[in-house]
């Protein structure tokens, strides 16, 4: 494709052309060749060069939090002997990152690599896709500019918000739980079998330290009938309870999904995921946080089919975590029946709109409602924490343990 200075000297060209067939100057005439030749020429030089570039991009993470920064390295690396004249870089990103990163290098020595960078900022969650990458090559005189195009694509995963929460010795985890437990352990025996790495909170009389040795890690002997505790997070993705992804009450019930699912995982609890429209999977932190960052909204209305297909994984020594909005009250009676057949059972509820922002009458019925719905749990044995899309977690939470702590004394 011709720059504009490659079709300016095709038309000056022309134009020295006609002059020297009307002066009659051999010499003017082949300048005049010359210069109509040229852009052809350096379209076909350009179009020679641009097989001989490769393109690496590198992620300084391939997973952050919300507001951090990412750095992108670009590598472009020269495969022909000759030089090449200035690229112009055009890495393709999704809107929710920003606008396309543009970047101009000067020429490339043959055989050599040049690098690039550029950061990117996340604002809001979800799996993005970087690329295709674009390159402009143009010739040493830059009549002719050509594209080419590297599909090469990388995944950026930007995680929910994760609030610190923090657990005392009389959490809603339970009584087997708290800051010195970080297993809720069975034993029946004291066969050793097996060892695991050392988590926080466990007994050092149970390090064994031949392995230590061995491995240089600090391992734990575990008892035949011991076993990790279990939870299961349940996540209300209904668009009729908490709106469409990306509205205020969404995300902050997908990030207090995100917070507790943490420090479930990092007491030593195996957890269990679940969605309104989707059956539960086992996960670990790692995959929990990818789930909840590419999850969206169903248009599903019924809040009871979610709930049915945790009975597959219920039992009386399973702790049942349910982020949703108030319930109406069919909701509440098919919440409450759920949590009979569970252990230790946390609700969160998520008001789909501030109150505040309510014209009074409607205020009072979505905050009734509320209220009513924590009267009810409570008394069927759930810990209920009641959250604004525009307030955090971590505050409910610490009133709700200090509470706890208050009434244990």
Do not use: C
Request: charged residues 20%; positive net charge; hydrophobic residues 45%.
């Amino acid at each position: 494709m011709p720059s504009g200075r490659g079709v300016a000297v095709f038309a000056a060209g022309i134009a020295l052309w006609v002059a020297a067939r009307v002066v009659g100057s051999p010499a003017l005439h082949m300048v005049a060749v010359g210069l109509v030749v040229l852009p052809f020429a350096s379209a076909l030089f350009a179009r020679w060069s641009r097989q001989r570039l490769r393109v690496r991009r590198r992620l300084s993470d391939q997973r952050i939090a919300p507001g951090m920064r990412v750095t992108v390295d670009l590598e472009i690396e020269n495969e022909a002997p000759a030089a090449t004249s200035f690229l112009l870089l055009e890495d393709r990103v999704p809107p929710g990152l920003g606008r396309p990163a543009r970047l101009v290098l000067a020429g490339i020595p043959g055989r050599t690599k040049q690098r690039a960078s550029y950061t990117l900022t996340a604002q809001a969650r979800g799996r993005y896709s970087l690329g295709p990458l674009l390159v402009d090559i143009s010739d040493p005189f830059a009549l002719s500019r050509m594209r080419m195009e590297f599909d090469h694509r990388d995944d950026l995963v930007v995680t929910p918000e994760v609030e610190d929460l923090e657990a005392g010795s009389s959490s809603p985890f339970g009584q087997t739980s708290g800051l010195s437990l970080a297993k809720h352990v069975f034993r029946t025996g004291e066969d050793f079998y097996t060892m695991r790495p050392y988590q926080e909170g466990d007994d050092l009389r149970r390090i064994h330290w031949p392995s230590v040795a061995r491995s240089g890690e600090l391992m734990i002997r575990q008892d035949e009938s011991s076993r990790r505790a279990s939870a299961v997070l349940f996540l209300d993705t209904r668009a009729a309870a908490l709106g469409k992804a990306r509205t205020p009450a969404f995300e902050r019930a997908v990030s207090a999904a995100a917070s507790v699912g943490v420090l479930l995982s990092r007491y030593g609890f195996s957890i269990t995921l679940a969605f309104s429209h989707m059956a539960p999977m086992p996960v670990n932190e790692e995959r929990m946080l990818e789930a909840l960052a590419g999850i969206g909204h169903d248009a599903s209305r019924a809040l009871s089919a979610g709930l049915t297909r945790l009975r597959s994984v219920a039992a009386g020594d399973v702790m049942l975590v349910a982020i949703t909005a108030p319930p109406l009250p069919t909701e509440l009676t098919a919440l409450i029946r759920s949590g009979v057949v569970f252990g230790p059972k946390i609700a969160i509820l998520v008001y789909p709109v501030d109150p505040e922002t309510l014209p009074p009458e409607r205020q009072a019925q979505l905050e009734g409602r509320a209220t009513s719905a924590r009267l009810s749990l409570s008394r069927s044995g759930w810990e209920v924490l009641i959250v604004s899309p525009s307030g955090r977690l971590r505050d409910v939470w610490q009133r709700t343990m200090d509470r706890s702590t208050a009434l244990s004394v």
